[in-house]
């Protein structure tokens, strides 16, 4: 009797020791908040290029919105693949305030949508580099760190041209 109480707590320990480690992410928190922002605003942005395609008036946010569907894409397609490395859950959908953002640009059409178009990438780019800037300095995991260094400067390229199509467009 005494044994088979043995075995069995010898059993219980093993099966909480392995849960244990199975409970262990190989991500922490700040990897995964980057990851899934990064994710989010990528969406978008490729959403929204998409939409710039019907819904904008000016040639230039057209070709622009082009280069948020290219490049997005890219970046998302590799921040993905990254992530299935590192077992990292990244989302499929839009979050609620992102949604709520593209029906609103939905609605808009002409020189209505150009003028929010161009301010809402300005914004979510100065805030992409924040994010790309502060993860490159202290993320935690490795290679998403050098991944988002290297990504920074297509990100300040693309700041830099709505910034100019803000001030050609003069709103």
């Keep these: 009797m005494k044994k088979i109480t043995m075995l069995l707590l010898a059993g219980l320990m093993s099966a909480a020791a392995a849960r244990k480690e199975v409970d262990v992410l190989p991500y922490t928190s700040r990897d995964l908040s980057f990851c899934v922002a990064v994710t989010q605003g990528g969406m978008l942005q490729v959403m929204l290029g998409r939409l710039a395609q019907t819904n904008a008036l000016l040639t230039q946010v057209k070709m622009h919105g082009q280069h948020m569907i290219e490049d997005h894409g890219k970046l998302n397609e590799e921040l993905r693949k990254l992530a299935l490395k590192k077992s990292i859950p990244l989302p499929e959908a839009l979050d609620n305030e992102r949604q ?22 300005i914004r979510e780019h100065k805030r992409d580099i924040r994010s790309f800037r502060r993860y490159a300095r202290s993320g935690d995991e490795l290679d998403i760190r050098s991944w988002s260094a ?22």
């Design 100 to 121: 709520r953002l593209y029906d609103e640009l939905s609605r808009l059409t002409g020189e209505e949508f150009d003028r929010r178009y161009i301010r809402v990438m």
């Design 150 to 171: 290297l990504k920074l400067p297509v990100l300040e390229r693309h700041l830099e041209m709505w910034e100019e199509a803000y001030r050609m467009a003069s709103y």
